[in-house]
């Protein structure tokens, strides 16, 4: 069990090094959602979005899943450059902890995308989002679940393609429906029936319903219990399927 | 007792079109401080077997053990014992030389004041020293070999795995590379097992022969003796033994080492 958190300690250790070495690279995945709150926000200020909060309690905690969402799936791309590099195979070959070289890299990326989520909310703070800060630290909470359980199926398809070429349009083609249908940027409940209806089928829905509940200061909800049963089932099943494509495969 | 052997050891991958049968039962041995070249012309199965024997690819027949411990049901024990060095080195090229020999030891599971130290003494030993605060990217192609063997080597093992080690190397580079491998062996009695397909350096390196063909073993034995069985005197060319046993060379249109 020792020699499991030391490996993992090592494995974050060399990946957090590797990302503060690259500042730029640490502020560019805030850039998408800022320009959103920037350009986005305004525009739905004096819509009735939600019965209750403003309409940034209904849109920020949107950009802050959507931050996870497409930083997290794309995470997969430093692991095919690895491979070819064979970096994944000399590692495989030691005795280090397979979960281990699983863990080290899902923590460092949900640390990266925490804290670009912390600069969001600042922003948004300045814009006029006020919201309580259990909520926003429940939203942070749930940044973190969605980027360990992303990251993971990123890695573990990552591992199985040979090309960066192969990875990017299936990501692209993964997270454009599940931005739409879960509701990121208007909740879901505005629209007609069957889009309600749909949306119910994709699991971030009820992570972007709770993470609104939390920013209203609703924590005893349904909503925010059907949000942390669907994280964690999220969790539990991709790191599951990752830590089996790194005991197995990899090429 | 053999430190590295092999019995029977298969592998068949199951494809769209069926099943491939990639090695088809592999019989080897390697003793303390021997240098064993593996040959066989492309796609013999010589990958295969290394991902096998390395525990990155489980077999799925027949048996190996490499110092003492199975590869199927103590492959822990297998990474413990053995050293492997891919083709690719397996370096990152924006980590500096001391970061990844730190890191190497401490997957090895070693205290971060004894990878430091092993660090040094290592970098100190392959003529390293200089460049253990450069990138990995800034060294050298023989430099980059000196290297990804150090990482090979980080925690002494008893066999060390090498994958066409020499190849992409100049001529100085490689015979400097020969004389290491040599040198590793004769001081720590490190059991070496190496593919390549250049029949030069096996001829040079190793103290014996397996060359494999279509998944199996095919002929056995110190470079000498077979060229004696198959080429008819010891001072024929290797390639011509090469070519009696497989009906082939042994990589197309590569039989020279590059930049000859």
């Given at each position: 069990m020792s020699s499991?958190l030391?490996?993992?300690a090592?494995i974050?250790?060399?990946y957090a090094?590797q990302t503060?070495?690259?500042r730029?690279?640490?502020l560019?995945?805030v850039?998408?959602p800022?320009?959103?709150l920037?350009f986005f926000?305004?525009?739905l ?7 209750t909060g403003?309409?940034?309690q209904?849109l920020?905690?949107g950009?802050?899943?959507q931050?996870?969402?497409f930083?997290?799936s794309?995470?997969g791309f430093?692991i ?7 970096v ?9 902890s397979r979960?281990a070289?699983?863990?080290g890299?899902v ?5 990266l995308?925490?804290?670009q989520?912390?600069?969001l909310v ?7 989002l006020?919201?309580p800060l259990?909520g926003?630290?429940i939203g942070?909470a749930?940044v973190?679940?969605l980027?360990?359980?992303l990251?993971?199926?990123?890695y ?7 090309t960066?070429?192969?990875f990017?349009p ?6 454009m429906p599940s931005?739409?249908?879960s ?5 879901m ?13 994709m699991p971030?829905?009820?992570?972007v319903?709770?993470v609104?509940?939390?920013f ?7 909503a ?13 099943v991709?790191m599951?399927l990752?830590?089996r494509?790194?005991r197995?495969?990899?090429? | 007792m053999?430190v ?5 050891l298969?592998?068949t ?5 069926g099943?491939v049968e990639?090695v088809r039962g592999?019989?080897l041995t390697a003793e ?8 066989g012309?492309?796609g013999?199965?010589?990958?295969t ?5 390395t525990?990155?690819?489980t077999?799925?027949g027949g048996?190996a053990t ?10 822990l024990?297998?990474r413990?014992a053995?050293?492997y ?8 090229p ?6 990844e020999?730190v890191?190497q030891?401490?997957l090895y ?15 100190a ?7 253990l605060?450069?990138?990995t990217?800034t060294l050298?192609?023989g430099q980059r070999?000196?290297l990804?063997l150090?990482?090979g080597?980080?925690?002494r093992p008893q066999?060390?795995?090498l994958d ?7 001529p100085g580079s490689?015979?400097d590379l ?11 009695g490190t059991?070496v097992?190496?593919?390549t ?6 001829d040079?390196l190793?103290?014996r022969l397996v060359?494999v063909d279509?998944?199996?073993?095919v002929?056995?034995?110190t470079?000498d ?11 024929a060319?290797?390639q011509?033994?090469?070519?009696a046993v497989?009906?082939r060379s042994?990589?197309s249109?590569d039989r020279t080492?590059?930049?000859?």
């Amino acid at each position: 069990m020792s020699s499991f958190l030391s490996d993992t300690a090592l494995i974050f250790g060399r990946y957090a090094r590797q990302t503060l070495r690259s500042r730029l690279q640490m502020l560019f995945g805030v850039l998408m959602p800022l320009l959103y709150l920037l350009f986005f926000g305004p525009l739905l200020t004096d819509l009735p979005l939600s019965s209750t909060g403003s309409s940034w309690q209904v849109l920020v905690p949107g950009l802050l899943l959507q931050l996870g969402l497409f930083g997290a799936s794309f995470c997969g791309f430093g692991i095919i450059l690895e491979k070819q590099y064979g970096v994944v195979e000399r590692m495989r070959v030691t005795p280090v902890s397979r979960l281990a070289l699983l863990l080290g890299r899902v923590l460092r990326d949900a640390a990266l995308f925490v804290f670009q989520a912390v600069l969001l909310v600042l922003a948004a703070l300045v814009m006029g989002l006020r919201a309580p800060l259990p909520g926003i630290l429940i939203g942070f909470a749930f940044v973190a679940v969605l980027t360990v359980a992303l990251a993971s199926l990123s890695y573990a398809l990552a591992l199985k393609v040979h090309t960066p070429q192969e990875f990017g349009p299936v990501i692209n083609s993964l997270t454009m429906p599940s931005m739409l249908l879960s509701g990121l940027m208007l909740p879901m409940t505005l629209g007609p029936k069957w889009l309600d209806v749909l949306s119910h089928f994709m699991p971030l829905r009820y992570l972007v319903d709770a993470v609104r509940a939390a920013f209203v200061g609703s924590y005893a909800s349904s909503a925010m219990l059907h949000g942390v049963l669907a994280a964690l089932v999220l969790v539990t099943v991709s790191m599951t399927l990752c830590t089996r494509a790194f005991r197995r495969s990899a090429a | 007792m053999a430190v590295l052997s092999a019995s029977g050891l298969a592998r068949t991958f199951t494809t769209p079109r069926g099943p491939v049968e990639a090695v088809r039962g592999i019989d080897l041995t390697a003793e303390r401080g021997e240098i064993l070249g593996f040959l066989g012309p492309n796609g013999a199965g010589k990958t295969t077997t290394l991902r096998m024997l390395t525990t990155l690819l489980t077999p799925t027949g027949g048996t190996a053990t490499v110092a003492g411990c199975d590869l199927v049901r103590d492959p822990l024990g297998v990474r413990r014992a053995s050293g492997y060095v891919a083709q690719s080195g397996g370096v990152d090229p924006n980590v500096s030389v001391r970061e990844e020999l730190v890191t190497q030891a401490r997957l090895y599971r070693l205290g971060k004041a004894e990878a430091a130290s092993r660090t040094e003494e290592l970098a100190a030993d392959l003529g390293l020293t200089g460049l253990l605060d450069r990138k990995t990217a800034t060294l050298s192609g023989g430099q980059r070999r000196r290297l990804d063997l150090a990482m090979g080597l980080t925690h002494r093992p008893q066999v060390l795995f090498l994958d066409e080690p020499t190849t992409g190397l100049d001529p100085g580079s490689r015979a400097d590379l020969w004389d290491l491998v040599r040198r590793i062996r004769t001081e720590h009695g490190t059991t070496v097992f190496l593919t390549t397909h250049y029949l030069d350096e096996a001829d040079a390196l190793a103290d014996r022969l397996v060359i494999v063909d279509q998944g199996v073993v095919v002929a056995e034995g110190t470079p000498d003796a077979l060229k004696r069985a198959h080429a008819g005197s010891a001072a024929a060319s290797l390639q011509d033994a090469f070519l009696a046993v497989t009906g082939r060379s042994a990589a197309s249109g590569d039989r020279t080492p590059v930049a000859v």
